[in-house]
T-cell receptor
């Protein structure tokens, strides 16, 4: 079983829809949780960074962490065609810098 | 400020050859990590270096090695290339050894024929 599970999609939504992306994990030592956006053939771009449980909002993006359920989510409001990309969840423990990534979810927002 | 830079952007090698990939971190960042991303998968951790010392190593064979220089730039070396080494190699920088997030470069796309 992988440490981090993420549905690869693809996920296709109409412009303006609310998008929900999710990851589950098995390692209770994970304390830091990140979401990256990766456009085709580019490096991952950091979207959200949260510590422990709770919610964090940044513009149209909201990240949620539920450590009791080992479940994290990213919500995108008023989705735009420019949001079409692969979204990667990543997490790590308190020690060092090794990030564990999910497989990535491919999102397509149709005009 | 410039972000993380990597060179070359693309590379084609044949099986058995050796390759060196280069990374320059964000100015002021002292830690560099390397990841391998195979098509359709998330990045897999290879190495982390902080202040020229190896801080972590992923589950990769000894054909993979790296080092960090006094200016905090880094090189990743892969010997005896296999077809399965074809991937996007990503470098990430962070200010210190732990506790901060990582910022990724554009990657080097390696194709092994």
């Amino acid at each position: 079983q992988k440490e981090v599970e993420q549905d690869p999609g693809p996920l296709s939504v109409p412009e303006g829809a609310i998008v929900s992306l999710n990851c589950t994990y098995s390692n209770s030592a994970f304390q830091y949780f990140m979401w990256y956006r990766q456009y085709s053939r580019k490096g991952p771009e950091l979207l959200m960074y949260t510590y422990s449980s709770g919610n964090k909002e940044d513009g149209r993006f909201t990240a949620q962490v539920d450590k009791s359920s080992k479940y994290i989510s990213l919500f995108i409001r008023d989705s735009q065609p420019s949001d079409s990309a692969t979204y990667l969840c990543a997490m790590r423990n308190n020690q060092g810098g090794k990030l564990i990534f999910g497989q990535g979810t491919e999102l397509s927002v149709k005009p | 400020d410039a972000g993380v830079t990597q060179s070359p952007t693309h590379l084609i090698k044949t099986r058995g050859q050796q390759v060196t990939l280069r990374c320059s971190p964000i100015s002021g960042h002292k830690s560099v990590s390397w990841y391998q991303q195979v098509l359709g998968q998330g990045p897999q951790f290879i190495f982390q270096y902080y202040e020229k010392e190896e801080r972590g190593r992923g589950n990769f064979p000894d054909r993979f090695s790296a080092r960090q220089f006094p200016n905090y730039s880094s090189e990743l070396n892969v010997n005896a290339l296999l077809l399965g080494d074809s991937a996007l190699y990503l470098c990430a920088s962070q200010p210190g050894g732990a506790g901060e997030t990582q910022y990724f470069g554009p990657g080097t796309r390696l194709l092994v024929l």
